[in-house]
Structures are given as structure tokens and as C-alpha cells.
């Protein structure tokens, strides 16, 4: 079946440090791309999101690139912040369906 | 603006009891709705989706159930639970339409089977 691969399972960084998380996809037909945050006993949040007409977005500190020739989409985040601790889950579209196929999401920690 | 809620917020169960989870969401006609479960510190499993009353698709074989009796309401149900079904369950809505929809959560109920 079709899924998604994500990379790193944990990442720890440094304040005001960048972080980048990959996450490859195997549906040729997977067209939209959203990055949800997930604090603490809370609900998966929308961050930023990709359409597969776009190579890259920015929204502040956030920013999705997508490159669909090699099926990958990354999340960078620059110049974190404590709050910005989190897990984070990419997905893709599944094609002709209304279904995401999710990543096994990351966990960020920024050090103080 | 679209608002989704879904109760009670945390359960405790025993094993073997039935399971009645409700999710509602306001400001939109005909969404899509979906239930997922997430184990402890585990990723996103899709459970159920609708994208209309009465039309419901299941994706992985459990002993849950889902139904939904009205447009805007989507119940997870179990007649016996079983220890592996705690979890916590988030219900999520996206605009009709396919997949490029963004779904958006609900803020989910914790359940504890013992």
C-alpha cells in the first residue's frame, strides 16, 4: 500500500537554531501536502500546507518545500523557540480518495 | 466559522462494556468526517470516514462501529471493548470535496479500557 516516510523520529535543537524535517511519499497521485503540530495531550493542529502547483510556501518562521519529481515534501522552521517543542506529523493526499496518509510524526525539542 | 466538539473528554472503561463516542461540528454543511485513534506516543490510524449521512467506510477491521445520523454528527461505537482500544480519539472534519481538503481536529477524548 501507499505511505509516507518520516525522518528524523527525534530531533533536538538548540534556541534560535533551524530544524528540517523530510517526509517521502509513494503516491504519484498525492496532490496536497499538511504539516500538523501536536503539543501535549492536545489535537494535531494545521501549520502549513502545500499544494502539489507550488514548490514552496512561507508563512513567518514556517516554511513547506515540495519537490515532486523525487516525492518529497520538508518542514523547516528557523530561529525556534521553546514553544515550537512539539510532535509534528506530515501527510499526503491519497489519490482519488479523501483520505491523508500520515507520517509517524517527529519530535522536536528546543533547548533553552 | 467551523467548530467541531466531540465528548466526553476522557473515559474510563471496563473491558467488555460498550463505547459511545460523539463528535458534532457546526458551520459547515456536508463535511467529510473522519475517527481516528492514536496510541500513546504512536502516530495518526484512520478508523472510520463519511462523506455523507449513512455512508460510512471503514478501514481497518476492529470491533468498533461508526455511524452517522445526521449531517453534522458522527458517533464511534463498540458493543464490548476490548484493552487494546485505549487510545485517544480524535475526530476530524474537511469541506466535501477530495482529498485536498484540509481536515481539521477536534479536540478528542482520552479513553482508558481496564
Known amino acids: 500500500g501507499e505511505n509516507v516516510e518520516q525522518h528524523p523520529s527525534t530531533l533536538s535543537v538548540q534556541e534560535g537554531d533551524s530544524a528540517v524535517i523530510k517526509c517521502t511519499y509513494s503516491d504519484s497521485a498525492s496532490n496536497y501536502f499538511p504539516w500538523y503540530k501536536q503539543e501535549l495531550g492536545k489535537r494535531p493542529q494545521l501549520i502549513i500546507d502545500?499544494?502539489?502547483?507550488?514548490g514552496e510556501k512561507k508563512d513567518q518562521r514556517i516554511a513547506v518545500t515540495l519537490n515532486k519529481t523525487a516525492k518529497h515534501f520538508s518542514l523547516h522552521i528557523t530561529e525556534t523557540q521553546p514553544e515550537d517543542s512539539a510532535v509534528y506529523f506530515c501527510a499526503a493526499s491519497l489519490g482519488g480518495t479523501y483520505k491523508y496518509i500520515f507520517g509517524t510524526g517527529t519530535r522536536l525539542k528546543v533547548l533553552a | 466559522s467551523q467548530t467541531i466538539h466531540q465528548w466526553p473528554a476522557t473515559l474510563v472503561q471496563p473491558v467488555g462494556s460498550p463505547l459511545s463516542l460523539e463528535c458534532t461540528v457546526e458551520?459547515?454543511?456536508?463535511?467529510?468526517l473522519y475517527w481516528y485513534r492514536q496510541a500513546a506516543g504512536r502516530g495518526l490510524q484512520l478508523l472510520f470516514y463519511?462523506?455523507?449521512?449513512?455512508?460510512i467506510s471503514s478501514e481497518v477491521p476492529q470491533n468498533l462501529s461508526a455511524s452517522r445520523p445526521q449531517d453534522r454528527q458522527f458517533i464511534l461505537s463498540s458493543k464490548k471493548l476490548l484493552l487494546s482500544d485505549s487510545g485517544f480519539y480524535l475526530c476530524a472534519w474537511s469541506a466535501p470535496g477530495g482529498g485536498m481538503e484540509t481536515q481539521y481536529f477536534g479536540p478528542g477524548t482520552r479513553l482508558l479500557v481496564l
Open positions: 502545500i499544494r502539489s502547483n507550488v
Open positions: 458551520g459547515t454543511s456536508n463535511p467529510n
Open positions: 463519511s462523506v455523507g449521512i449513512g455512508q
